[in-house]
């Protein structure tokens, strides 16, 4: 038998959720590296969420909650390239054909010497990125305390009043006191990088061409036509060295979304967010009447007070409808 | 920030001289004689390194190189595999040759070797002046018309690199062979690739000097390759849009976006309005320019 009915619409939590995703609070930060030996590439992201009025919508059957086109707005998106140049030599032809008897070897000439660096940004932080969320909602409770509990309701008041006298408020998280809470669970995440895929390849082409230009940019056209004839295309030389196949689009698409992980990392750390930041969290037991106002001289105040007063709650059970979430919580203690 | 390091020397030198080695000249000498002679390397007048050679029917290196740029008394010979150098000297078979080259920098270098021991009364090898069985080869990348002369005679000729038109295999090849007599150059004309060596095999005295007479020129415009206006080390958004309405007035949005004819300059312009406030601009602009192009198209 359900003793407290409490239910609250879509858009209220819509506007707990938005809350929660705010970007003063959830943001996405990670340094990934990926080193594959010939080059490496280092990724320095800070995200955070956008979206429209409606981030929310219930679904009935199954009881889902989808966070619907949630942008990912990057703060910083900076992929720093460090690629080493492999010598590049010509060399070792015989010098002295049908001179004597042995031939006689040219000794190498380089037009790079050895390991030469070229450092890289590509600064990808125009791109929009958006990720949709299908979640359960689901009830936890959180064991902060287990013993004494009138005790814990006195710290978690004192907390309180130390927040209050350093012109901050609640809550106080972690809770000093046990807590059932309701959580977005996500089951399946559908996430998109990049919504202009197509112009990605102008900018690998750009990373290539700026790359050529830091190497060889000082030299006349007939050098590097000359050093082209015998070396072979540098942008050959290059999508060698850095491993880029015919599509220059899927390349840095893989390093971003396989080899650095971008999309995993973002999901990982929406994933622990929305677990560790209930949308509801009730107190356990729950009050209700807060503490009294202080019984003693009402021109000096000070205690002493009445505790509050609570009632355990034995089961919290959620139904998910169309248009709200209705709790139902049974009062008793737990056995 | 980049930190190439290209061999710029290699496309500065524009020619080239046995007597004043430079990154495209190689000198070789070969030693018929077993004995011990020392090598010596100057820059101008200052002598640069001594280093000890020991030429011996004991040994088995055909091959010395030396690189005169990086020459000096810690110098390593580079004896290929088969080296039996040992740290204060290198060795060489009867018959082998040392080669004399410059890895970078500006050259001007100058070699001689001379017998140690009791042999010192005759100077084996000076690189002023060439005898018989010495080779100077030369390695000529700048497209153009050259002219080589033996500056001991009067004998010339003419060389030719091409203006390359594509990859060839000409570092590969053999290098040509000139020969040096009393009589001249042989032959006369000589054409070849860039990157291919020219070895002169001198039968007389000689100091080759060869000299670029004129440069040849690309002579098509080259549309494959363009090359980036700047050599910023940071790739932003202005590498993917022809415009960036961020600051424009709404006159000059319209224009811009007036001579949008493809549908990648259209996205773009969508894709930088998002960054700014010009949103409202940009968007009215766009629906107005597209209502005049179907007006057009019927």
Same mark, same amino acid.
């Given at each position: 038998?359900s003793?407290l009915t409490l239910a609250v619409s879509?858009?209220?939590v819509?506007?707990? %959720?938005?809350?929660?995703?705010?970007?003063? %609070?959830?943001?996405?930060?990670?340094?990934?590296?990926?080193?594959?030996?010939?080059?490496?590439?280092? +990724?320095?992201?800070?995200?955070?969420?956008?979206?429209? &009025?409606?981030?929310?919508?219930f679904?009935?059957?199954?009881d889902?909650?989808?966070?619907?086109?949630?942008?990912?707005?990057?703060?910083?998106?900076?992929?720093?390239?460090?690629?080493?140049?492999?010598?590049?030599?010509?060399?070792?032809?015989?010098?002295?054909?049908?001179?004597?008897?042995?031939?006689?070897?040219?000794?190498?000439?380089?037009?790079?010497?050895?390991?030469?660096?070229?450092?890289?940004?590509?600064?990808?932080?125009?791109?929009?990125?958006? %990720?949709?969320?299908?979640?359960?909602l689901?009830?936890?409770?959180?064991?902060?305390?287990?013993?004494?509990?009138?005790?814990?309701? %006195?710290?978690?008041?004192?907390?309180?009043?130390? $927040?209050?006298?350093?012109?901050?408020?609640?809550?106080?998280?972690?809770?000093?006191?046990?807590?059932?809470?309701v959580?977005?669970?996500?089951?399946?995440?559908?996430?998109?990088?990049?919504?202009? +895929?197509?112009?990605?390849?102008?900018?690998?082409?750009?990373?290539?061409?700026?790359?050529?230009?830091?190497?060889?940019?000082?030299?006349?056209?007939?050098?590097?036509?000359?050093?082209?004839?015998?070396?072979?295309?540098?942008?050959?030389?290059?999508?060698?060295?850095?491993?880029?196949?015919?599509?220059?689009?899927?390349? $840095?698409?893989?390093?971003?979304?396989?080899?650095?992980?971008? &999309?995993?990392?973002? $999901?990982?750390?929406?994933?622990?967010?929305?677990?560790?930041? &209930?949308?509801?969290?009730?107190?356990?037991?729950?009050?209700?009447?807060?503490?009294?106002? &202080?019984?003693?001289?009402?021109?000096?105040?000070?205690?002493?007070?009445?505790?509050?007063?609570?009632?355990?709650?034995?089961?919290l059970d959620i139904d998910l409808q169309e248009t709200e979430v209705v709790l139902t919580a049974?009062?008793?203690?737990?056995? | 920030?980049?930190?190439?390091?290209?061999?710029?020397?290699?496309?500065?030198?524009?020619?080239?001289?046995?007597?004043?080695?430079?990154?495209?000249?190689?000198?070789?000498?070969?030693?018929?004689? *077993?004995?011990?002679?020392?090598?010596?390397?100057?820059?101008?007048?200052?002598?640069?390194?001594?280093?000890?050679?020991?030429?011996?029917?004991?040994?088995?290196?055909?091959?010395?190189?030396?690189?005169?740029?990086?020459?000096?008394?810690?110098?390593?010979?580079?004896?290929?595999?088969?080296?039996?150098?040992?740290?204060?000297?290198?060795?060489?078979?009867?018959?082998?040759?040392?080669?004399?080259?410059?890895?970078?920098?500006?050259?001007?270098?100058?070699?001689?070797?001379?017998?140690?021991?009791?042999?010192?009364?005759?100077?084996?090898?000076?690189?002023? *002046?060439?005898?018989?069985?010495?080779?100077?080869?030369?390695?000529?990348?700048?497209?153009?018309?050259?002219?080589?002369?033996?500056?001991?005679?009067?004998?010339?000729?003419?060389?030719?690199?091409?203006?390359?038109?594509?990859?060839?295999?000409?570092?590969?090849?053999?290098?040509?062979?000139?020969?040096?007599?009393?009589?001249?150059?042989?032959?006369? *004309?000589?054409?070849?690739?860039?990157?291919?060596?020219?070895?002169?095999?001198?039968?007389?005295?000689?100091?080759?000097?060869?000299?670029?007479?004129?440069?040849? *020129?690309?002579?098509?415009?080259?549309?494959?390759?363009?090359?980036?206006?700047?050599?910023?080390?940071?790739?932003?958004?202005?590498?993917?849009?022809?415009?960036?309405?961020?600051?424009?007035?709404?006159?000059?949005?319209?224009?811009?976006?007036?001579?949008?004819?493809?549908?990648?300059?259209?996205?773009?312009?969508?894709?930088?309005?998002?960054?700014?406030?010009?949103?409202?601009?940009?968007?009215?602009?766009?629906?107005?320019?597209?209502?005049?192009?179907?007006?057009?198209?019927?």
């Amino acid at each position: 038998m359900s003793d407290l009915t409490l239910a609250v619409s879509e858009a209220g939590v819509n506007d707990i %959720v938005s809350t929660l995703l705010d970007p003063s %609070v959830a943001r996405v930060q990670a340094a990934p590296r990926y080193d594959p030996g010939a080059f490496t590439v280092e +990724a320095d992201i800070d995200a955070h969420f956008e979206h429209g &009025p409606t981030l929310i919508d219930f679904r009935d059957t199954p009881d889902q909650v989808k966070l619907d086109e949630l942008d990912i707005v990057w703060d910083t998106f900076d992929l720093d390239f460090e690629l080493d140049i492999p010598e590049l030599c010509i060399g070792g032809f015989c010098l002295t054909p049908g001179w004597f008897g042995d031939c006689i070897r040219a000794p190498e000439k380089c037009f790079f010497s050895s390991d030469p660096d070229v450092e890289l940004t590509l600064a990808l932080d125009w791109i929009r990125s958006e %990720v949709s969320v299908l979640a359960d909602l689901l009830v936890g409770y959180s064991t902060n305390r287990t013993t004494d509990y009138l005790q814990a309701q %006195v710290d978690e008041h004192e907390a309180l009043e130390a $927040l209050e006298a350093a012109g901050e408020s609640g809550p106080i998280d972690p809770p000093l006191v046990n807590t059932w809470d309701v959580s977005l669970h996500p089951d399946t995440f559908d996430i998109d990088i990049f919504d202009t +895929a197509d112009m990605i390849a102008d900018i690998v082409q750009d990373l290539l061409d700026r790359i050529i230009d830091m190497l060889v940019g000082v030299l006349p056209d007939w050098a590097i036509d000359v050093l082209e004839s015998l070396a072979g295309s540098l942008v050959r030389f290059l999508r060698n060295a850095l491993d880029i196949g015919d599509d220059l689009a899927e390349w $840095l698409s893989d390093i971003i979304g396989v080899s650095l992980d971008v &999309p995993g990392i973002i $999901l990982e750390i929406l994933d622990d967010y929305l677990i560790d930041y &209930p949308v509801f969290r009730i107190e356990d037991p729950y009050p209700v009447l807060d503490w009294s106002p &202080p019984l003693g001289s009402p021109t000096t105040g000070g205690d002493p007070r009445l505790i509050p007063v609570k009632v355990p709650i034995e089961e919290l059970d959620i139904d998910l409808q169309e248009t709200e979430v209705v709790l139902t919580a049974s009062i008793g203690a737990y056995q | 920030m980049s930190t190439s390091r290209l061999n710029y020397d290699l496309f500065e030198a524009t020619g080239t001289d046995s007597a004043e080695l430079n990154v495209l000249g190689t000198l070789i000498h070969r030693f018929p004689d *077993e004995g011990d002679y020392m090598i010596e390397v100057r820059q101008g007048d200052a002598v640069v390194g001594t280093r000890l050679l020991a030429v011996s029917d004991d040994y088995h290196t055909l091959q010395a190189t030396y690189d005169l740029s990086a020459f000096g008394d810690t110098t390593e010979c580079d004896c290929g595999p088969t080296c039996s150098c040992e740290d204060d000297f290198d060795c060489i078979r009867e018959d082998g040759v040392a080669v004399f080259h410059v890895g970078s920098g500006p050259g001007g270098y100058a070699v001689t070797v001379d017998p140690v021991g009791e042999r010192r009364e005759r100077r084996e090898f000076d690189s002023d *002046e060439l005898v018989e069985d010495d080779v100077f080869s030369a390695l000529l990348l700048r497209p153009g018309s050259y002219v080589a002369k033996n500056t001991l005679g009067d004998a010339s000729a003419e060389l030719t690199v091409n203006y390359p038109d594509g990859q060839s295999g000409a570092a590969n090849q053999d290098a040509i062979v000139v020969t040096v007599t009393d009589d001249g150059f042989e032959p006369v *004309e000589i054409e070849m690739d860039p990157g291919r060596g020219v070895s002169f095999i001198v039968e007389t005295e000689a100091r080759i000097v060869v000299k670029l007479d004129e440069p040849h *020129e690309k002579t098509t415009d080259d549309t494959d390759r363009k090359r980036p206006p700047q050599h910023s080390d940071r790739i932003d958004i202005t590498s993917a849009i022809p415009f960036d309405p961020s600051g424009r007035t709404p006159a000059e949005i319209e224009s811009k976006v007036e001579s949008i004819n493809t549908a990648t300059e259209l996205r773009a312009v969508l894709l930088a309005e998002r960054r700014n406030d010009n949103r409202k601009t940009v968007v009215e602009t766009l629906r107005s320019r597209i209502r005049d192009v179907s007006k057009l198209r019927r």
